[in-house]
């Protein structure tokens, strides 16, 4: 069974600072691995993925994350972040084959508050 | 990109009712999935629901009474039956192309008075 914990429930920030939510998984198998941005009163936007190649992937809004096998890490950054960043972010993680193939289970979230 | 819609996008319902939300993606896809999110928390997935077979439900989870149908590759339904306040929670249906990410709907916001 695969488990996702987000290390921190809120992240307060100032405008224009760097900011990390970290992520770490657990699974038997390969993985794919996923953060989503939730902004208040909608669904779900994919953020960036890691399928396999390159373990630095570039999302939209200028985020990025680092996939680390040995630690089991999935950590989102941004070098700069705008008040419009502020919303909760889930990191999620499927199996990339396997039975479970295709499900994903996610971490209980982070909430970004970007302050002026 | 995918666009996957929901209706309702929200709906206050008398405990005892029952409610079903549909999903319409705007290409044909095999994997469409089902999830539950309560106020403040993560997501759970209730289901996954594959056109031409029984929808698969998770731990904790029964068709009686989130009963699911997939006519063809582009919509499927939820229903959440029997309401009661503890239901009141967001659902989100998503779609899976292929090996990549699941994209998802703008929710169904459902409180149970």
């Known amino acids: 069974a695969q488990s996702v914990t987000q290390l921190d429930s809120q992240v307060p920030v100032f405008e224009e600072a760097p900011v990390e939510l970290r992520c770490n998984y657990s699974?038997?198998?390969?993985?794919?691995l996923f953060w989503y941005v939730q902004y208040p009163n909608q669904g779900l936007q994919l953020l960036l993925k890691?399928?396999?190649?390159?373990?630095l992937v570039k999302g939209i809004n200028g985020f990025e994350a680092e996939f680390n096998k040995s630690q089991t890490s999935f950590h989102l950054r941004k070098p700069s972040v705008h008040i419009s960043d502020t919303a909760e972010y889930f990191c999620a993680v499927s199996d990339a084959g396997g039975t479970s193939y295709g499900k994903l289970t996610f971490g209980q979230g982070t909430i970004l508050t970007v302050h002026p | 990109s995918a666009v996957i819609s929901q209706k309702p996008s929200r709906d206050i319902c008398q405990r005892g009712t029952s409610l079903t939300i549909q999903c319409q993606v705007d290409?044909?896809?095999?994997?469409m999935f089902w999830y539950r999110q309560q106020p403040g928390q993560s997501l759970t997935l209730i289901a996954t629901a594959n056109q031409g077979s029984e929808a698969t439900y998770e731990s904790g989870f029964v068709i009686d009474k989130f009963p699911i149908s997939r006519p063809n590759l582009t919509f499927s339904t939820l229903t959440v039956s029997n309401m009661s306040p503890e239901d009141s929670s967001i659902y989100l249906c998503?779609?899976?192309w292929g090996p990549g990410p699941q994209h998802f709907g703008d929710g169904t916001r459902l409180s149970i008075l």
């Open positions: 290409s044909q896809v095999t994997m």
């Open positions: 890691y399928l396999s190649g390159s373990t």
């Open positions: 699974s038997s198998v390969s993985v794919y």
């Open positions: 998503s779609a899976r």
